[in-house]
């Protein structure tokens, strides 16, 4: 049986006052998967997704997907990346050989 209290919230939903107030609700998460911002005014959108501590930033929709575009967590939400070339370097094992000839 699970202990109850060490589960952790799969998603969470908060009113910010503003901006800048929804910027710092997000970044004081000890989690960063990902965050989707809804409005009318995507110029500042854009400008929050930058500063925004998560793996993903989605513009007023949610889950979009292309082969071509990694994804990941940070902090405590993960730390492997899946899709596009770098999620196919997860799945590598790096090796040198090295043919001295002197």
């Known amino acids: 049986m699970t202990n109850v209290s060490s589960l952790r919230p799969v ?8 901006a800048p107030h929804a910027l ?3 970044n004081d998460s000890e989690f960063g998967l990902a ?5 009318r ?3 500042l959108a854009q400008k929050l997704a930058g500063e925004l501590e998560t ?8 889950c979009a997907t292309n082969p ?6 940070v902090k405590k939400s993960g730390f492997s990346r899946e899709l596009s070339h ?8 790096a090796q040198i050989v090295w043919l001295d000839r002197h």
Do not use: Q
Request: glycine residues 12%.
């Open 24 to 26: 710092e609700l997000t």
């Open 35 to 39: 965050s989707t911002i809804y409005t």
């Open 55 to 62: 793996g993903g930033v989605f513009i007023n929709g949610y």
């Open 68 to 73: 071509c575009v990694t994804f990941a967590g």
């Open 86 to 93: 770098f999620g196919v370097r997860e799945f590598c094992n």
């Open 41 to 43: 005014n995507v110029e």
């Open 11 to 18: 998603a969470s939903i908060i009113t910010a006052r503003d």
